[in-house]
């Protein structure tokens, strides 16, 4: 069975500091995504990566960055963190690049990111 | 603009009855629709699928049904039970130039099931 682990739950940083947050996979999947979801927003893609070192931009990536040096870590970064990136971020992988039918998405649990 | 519509933030239903989830799109180029559920404090878990090609697939005690002309696809589940109470989110993707794209995910469907 599929695990993604993202190493922090909960998060509480202020305003202006930059924030790591991990997740790592363990069934050697290429690709990666991280997504935020916010109430009344559903689920939207912030980055993600079809294999190490490599990243592209998902739909609202801005205020952020990502780093894929290991196949099974995939890293997001808030180089300078505001109030307006206080959100639940959940990390995904799959077997094929999208998520789609016949390969889905596995996410973790998710952090929980305030910014005070 | 939102490609995939959930327009019901929330539904309640009788435990042993029928939960139907609905979902409205409005890319004519998806070619796959997935279904996630949702616990709180927990990441999304994949539920089932359909390829634009079929207009029904059934996993158990859910189904999705696929009306491309009405670009509606919904999710039944019979009979609810309350450990399905979670939020569902409808999902969808497309071929761009060959490959295939992103999954687009709508808002998600709050499902209380009562008993």
């Known amino acids: 069975d599929v695990k993604v682990t993202q190493s922090s739950r909960y998060l509480v940083k202020r305003t202006g500091e930059k924030v790591f947050l991990e997740c790592v996979q363990d069934?050697?999947?290429?690709?990666m995504f991280w997504y935020r979801q916010d109430p009344g927003l559903g689920l939207r893609l912030i980055y993600f990566s079809y294999d190490v070192k490599m990243k592209e931009k998902g739909d609202i990536p801005e205020g952020y960055s990502v780093s894929r040096e290991k196949k099974e870590r995939f890293s997001l970064i808030l180089e300078s963190a505001s109030t307006n990136q206080t959100s639940m971020y959940l990390c995904a992988s799959s077997l094929f690049p999208t998520g789609s039918g016949n390969s889905p998405l596995h996410f973790g649990n998710g952090t929980r990111l305030t910014v005070t | 603009d939102q490609q995939v519509k959930q327009n019901s933030p929330s539904l309640s239903v009788q435990e042993g009855r029928i939960s139907i989830l609905n979902c409205d799109y409005t890319?004519?180029?998806?070619?796959?629709f997935l279904w996630y559920k949702k616990y709180p404090a927990e990441g999304p878990t994949f539920l089932i699928s359909i390829s634009s090609i079929k207009d029904k697939n059934e996993d158990g005690r859910f189904t999705v049904f696929l009306n491309k002309s009405a670009k509606h696809l919904s999710l039944h589940i019979v009979p609810s039970q309350p450990g399905d109470s979670a939020v569902y989110f409808c999902a969808a993707s497309a071929v761009y130039g060959g490959s295939q794209g992103n999954l687009i995910f709508g808002k998600g469907t709050k499902l209380s099931v009562k008993p």
């Open positions: 890319n004519s180029m998806f070619d796959y």
């Open positions: 069934m050697d999947h290429e690709n």
